[in-house]
């Protein structure tokens, strides 16, 4: 975009180099991009340099190749959180019934209906904000976003009857939460950050749900840190899952994908692995 006013861009890029912006010039052109005048460059970069998520300034975020609206508060995407969409499409087969817990702005379940035609998509989350922003994001695709606690505000109708589940539920335990940089910690929302004591409380109620929820030979998907992993798929394997552990060092990516086995098929069966550059293997143990 072309800047129609003057501006000092060397300065502007030291000064956000100065408070950490590794990608201080990128940083520079987006926000110069987003602003109408030299008095709203200044308001925007004194916004930054206090620490404000730069996605926030701008109102949005890139995620799977698209641009995502995140309001104020919001979680913002992670570029990591592609490994989740790359999962589910995977093993999703054609017309699959699809479920985005805990789904914050909802970028994941914009990609999904990009790349996935869902014959029924609903997203969830219990932040209103969330959903609101959500709303925004999914208006004019198929897609329903409901506001509630993981599976609780879904149809009943839908239990045992989904292919995929997909949560990018917070998985950062509680002590660590204060050790977040500020941008996440001050501006996105807590209950999409802490995942109580160990991290996994929310992720065990998803993955105890998906038992449920999941058809015979459907997915769940989620996104978790390198050390929890191992921890998370003994649990899952305890509810009766089959997990495998996946991992993409480009993005610095992990996650795990877990099989509700059929009824008569208690072993574990290959699947096709998510992406270019995904790892898997195992329970993570």
Partial sequence: MAVSFPHDHTALVARLRAV???YAEDEAGLLVAAAGSPRELAALTDR?????????????????????????????????TGLLVEAAVSVAGPAPAVV?????????????????APRWLAAVDVDPAAVACARRNLAGRDATVVQGDLFDPLPPDW??????????APYVPTPAVALM????????????????????AVLRRVAAGAVDWLRPGGHLVVEVSTVQAGALCTA???????PTVLHVEEWDAT???????????????????????????????
């Fill in 181 to 200: 940089p500020a941008e996440a910690r001050l501006h996105e929302a807590a209950v999409a950050l802490d995942g109580g004591v160990d991290g996994l």
């Fill in 100 to 116: 985005d817990l805990c789904c914050g702005s909802g970028a994941i379940s914009v990609a999904l209906a990009d790349r996935l």
């Fill in 20 to 22: 950490g912006c590794v």
């Fill in 159 to 168: 239990r045992g009857r989904l292919d995929v589940v997909v949560a990018n």
């Fill in 48 to 80: 930054r340099v206090a620490g404000e998520p730069l996605e926030h300034l701008l109102g949005w975020a890139e995620f799977c190749g698209r641009r995502i609206a995140v309001d104020p508060g919001v979680f913002v995407p992670r570029a990591r």
């Fill in 255 to 285: 996650g795990v994908l877990a099989r509700r086995p059929e009824r008569a098929d208690p072993g574990r069966r290959p699947v096709r692995r998510p992406g270019r550059g995904v790892t898997g293997g195992g329970n993570g143990n």
């Fill in 236 to 242: 899952m394997t305890g509810l009766g899952l089959l």
